[in-house]
Nanobody, 132 residues
Framework: QVQLAESGGGSVQAGGSLNITCAGR?????????MAWFRQVPGKEREGVAA???????????DSVKGRFTISHRFIVSQGSMLYLEMNNLKPDDAGTYYC?????????????????????WGQGTQVTVSS
């Protein structure tokens, strides 16, 4: 059974930085082909932030976070398939619940990777608060 667990959320002032992590276990392969970060605020749809093809580290970012956020992936034998999001120069609009997502499909690399419908596996989310 696939399990994704996010960690590292918290509160930060605008302009600050925060790193969040997702640990994934239980895949039928070493790592899923695609992993991504989404965020959601109450009353709005879940928004794709960044995605990565774990086989080649190809990445895709939402325009709103380009140049500020960095997604990365690493497989650690003792911990599983690890997904990271480094967030710099945070803005109040970056606040929300951040979800880790993963899928074993084959989709190529493009902005469609920021579509939540592609992903089968989801974590429970971690909260990010940005104060102005």
């Amino acid at each position: 059974q696939v399990q994704l667990a996010e960690s590292g959320g918290g509160s930060v002032q605008a302009g600050g930085s925060l790193n969040i992590t997702c640990a994934g276990r239980g895949y039928s392969t070493v790592s899923p082909n695609y992993m991504a970060w989404f965020r959601q605020v109450p009353g709005k749809e879940r928004e794709g932030v960044a995605a990565i093809y774990t086989g080649g580290d190809n990445t895709v970012y939402a325009d709103s976070v380009k140049g500020r956020f960095t997604i990365s992936h690493r497989f650690i034998v003792s911990q599983g398939s690890m997904l990271y999001l480094e967030m710099n120069n945070l803005k109040p609009d970056d606040a929300g619940t951040y979800y880790c997502a993963a899928d074993l499909g084959r989709y190529g690399t493009g902005t469609w990777l920021l579509n939540s419908a592609l992903y089968k596996y989801w974590g429970q989310g971690t909260q990010v608060t940005v104060s102005s």
